[in-house]
């Protein structure tokens, strides 16, 4: 089934029901008021919503024409979200920003960081900044939505926590990285919040695209209209959803509702830009720069200005965004 959260004047928003289509919704205030009331309660909700979405698709319940612009992130307050670097090839190609340490590119342990979760944005929230002169970068990502983990969870238990999958857009202030990576807490200024598309997806509602603890869709990134990447999210993925969440349930249990992120989706490939329409590209502008560094002895492609439009969706087989897609464009506040 596929969920969404739209406004209700509240903060944790009120929780309907998307037709596969994406075309209709249907409060499911009855059975939780929200996403994080069904997480608590997961066992016991899943069959009426499922039940819900089924009269829905059957055309039983009429519902509301779906608009992306009344929802809030999945979840608009979170227990905790964590951001974890399943892919290599990601790090490989930052490792030489300034403030990076080559010896915590690790390939036996995935690195992991705590991002704030007190406020994440909207799918069509501007992508505010303090100044747009901090080098502005965009990172798309899959994320996954957890019910409650044991402390030291075996893998298995880690995979069956796996409730829901959306993308997100993990801003990054690249400018401000040094100074958060130097003083030893890792990141802090350098991430403000992240914003979220409008769908979350049971893994079961996926069918085959979901195998192995990973996403098998291209994650598309459009920027200003022009095609910056379309990475695919299974492929290239060294650490999976379930040696993330192991890691990060290593020294302490994880509350239902728990976000964590797979990293930035990245392919190994030796292109540049411009992506090309059967090309793969790029999730971040960093991946790109660092590129045409090497390509061209200096980086080409600006980070984000004030008016840049940001949209990331992973693609269906037919073209369709499975989670519907983030729409932003930054704005100094």
Not at 53 to 63: N, Q
Not at 285 to 310: M, S
Request: charged content about 20%; overall charge negative.
């Amino acid at each position: 089934m596929k969920l969404a959260t739209i406004k209700n004047g509240r903060p944790d928003g009120q929780l309907v029901v998307v037709s596969r289509d994406l075309k209709r919704v249907v409060s499911a205030s009855r059975v939780a008021p929200n996403l994080q009331a069904a997480l608590d309660n997961w066992e016991a909700v899943t069959p009426a919503l499922a039940a819900l979405s089924a009269e829905l698709e059957a055309g039983a319940i009429a519902g509301q024409p779906f608009d992306p612009r009344n929802c809030l992130a999945p979840l608009p307050r979170a227990y905790q979200w964590i951001d974890g670097a399943g892919y290599l090839s990601h790090l490989e190609r930052v490792r030489s920003l300034q403030g990076s340490k080559d010896e915590q590119l690790q390939s036996t342990r995935p690195l992991m960081y705590q991002g704030a979760s007190d406020s994440l944005s909207a799918p069509n929230a501007p992508i505010l900044v303090p100044d747009d002169d901090l080098a502005v970068d965009f990172e798309g990502e899959v994320v996954a939505i957890l019910g409650p983990v044991p402390m030291h969870a075996n893998k298995a238990k880690a995979a069956a926590a796996i409730r829901l999958l959306t993308v997100c857009n993990d801003v990054s202030l690249r400018r401000l990285v040094v100074d958060d990576l130097q003083n030893g807490f890792g990141f802090f200024h350098a991430k403000p919040s992240t914003s979220f598309a409008p769908i979350v997806v049971t893994p079961d509602e996926l069918g085959s695209v979901w195998r192995d603890n990973r996403l098998h869709l291209n994650v598309r990134i459009m920027i200003n209209d022009a095609l910056f990447g379309q990475p695919n999210a299974g492929v290239d993925m060294h650490f999976d959803f379930a040696d993330l969440i192991v890691e990060a349930a290593r020294t302490r249990e994880l509350g239902a509702g728990t976000i964590i992120g797979g990293g930035t989706v990245s392919n190994r490939h030796d292109e540049g830009l411009p992506t090309k329409k059967d090309g793969i590209g790029f999730a971040c502008i960093a991946e790109a720069r660092t590129v045409e560094k090497l390509k061209y002895g200096k980086a080409r492609t600006p980070f984000l200005k004030t008016g840049d439009r940001v949209r990331i969706a992973a693609l269906g087989a037919d073209g369709v965004a499975v989670f519907g897609e983030i729409d932003q464009t930054v704005a100094v506040l």
